[in-house]
T-cell receptor, first 114, second 112 residues
Framework: GAGVSQSPSNKVTEKGKDVELRCDPI?????LYWYRQSLGQGLEFLIY????????KSGLPSDRFSAERTGGSVSTLTIQRTQQEDSAVYLC????????????FGPGTRLTVT | GENVEQHPSTLSVQEGDSAVIKCTYS??????FPWYKQELGKRPQLIID?????GEKKDQRIAVTLNKTAKHFSLHITETQPEDSAVYFC???????????FGTGTRLKVLA
């Protein structure tokens, strides 16, 4: 079946603008994750959803970052008043069997803040 | 919170040799230990995982060993090939939660 998809694949925005990144998980997957990966770096955990609920938001870098998930499916990550340090690849992953199971990653959104 | 370290950060081996990457974690409640491979420009993909009730798991040329007492687990790749060149991440998972903390990554280069 279809894998995890993300849109847009690339986004260039001016400093101070807001951006919305979208993630479509694998159908039926209850857990959804957002990560950030700067060039040549590891994966920084941002937030996860179990269903529509986000029990732990401590990974979000600042209050400019927010995320929501509706209908237990699509999720959006919103960054307000973007800064140059927000430039990175934002990866979404989903998992269908609960905690401690394989995560399936999307192709990512490359965000560039100029 | 969970502290995850990987060693080495970079590793170069000759084709056909073995490679070993170690992941050390701090939370003794961790019970799931996966390894992900990320090729250049690609998304991470699971290559092997192990649970806390098993000490070793093997899948063809790759294996993972777990030492829960010492709180580390290792990825072993034998008979390395150029296509094994990638960044490898460990991601021990905390028992009962969905939160994963990825290691800093190990860049493996297999020299032909």
């Amino acid at each position: 079946g279809a894998g995890v998809s993300q849109s847009p694949s690339n986004k260039v925005t001016e400093k101070g603008k807001d951006v919305e990144l979208r993630c479509d998980p694998i159908s039926g997957h209850t857990a959804l994750y957002w990560y950030r990966q700067s060039l040549g770096q590891g994966l920084e955990f941002l937030i996860y959803f179990q269903g529509n609920s986000a029990p732990d938001k401590s990974g979000l870098p600042s209050d400019r970052f927010s995320a929501e998930r509706t209908g237990g499916s699509v999720s959006t990550l919103t960054i307000q008043r973007t800064q140059q340090e927000d430039s990175a690849v934002y990866l979404c992953a989903s998992s269908g069997q609960g905690p401690s199971y394989e995560q399936y990653f999307g192709p990512g959104t490359r965000l560039t803040v100029t | 919170g969970e502290n995850v370290e990987q060693h080495p950060s970079t590793l170069s081996v000759q084709e056909g040799d073995s490679a070993v990457i170690k992941c050390t974690y701090s939370d003794s409640a961790s019970n799931y230990f996966p390894w992900y491979k990320q090729e250049l420009g690609k998304r991470p993909q699971l290559i092997i995982d192990i649970r806390s009730n098993v000490g070793e798991k093997k899948d063809q040329r790759i294996a993972v060993t777990l030492n829960k007492t010492a709180k580390h687990f290792s990825l072993h790749i034998t008979e390395t090939q150029p296509e094994d060149s990638a960044v490898y991440f460990c991601a021990p998972a905390l028992s009962g939660t969905y939160k994963y903390i990825f290691g800093t990554g190990t860049r493996l280069k297999v020299l032909a």
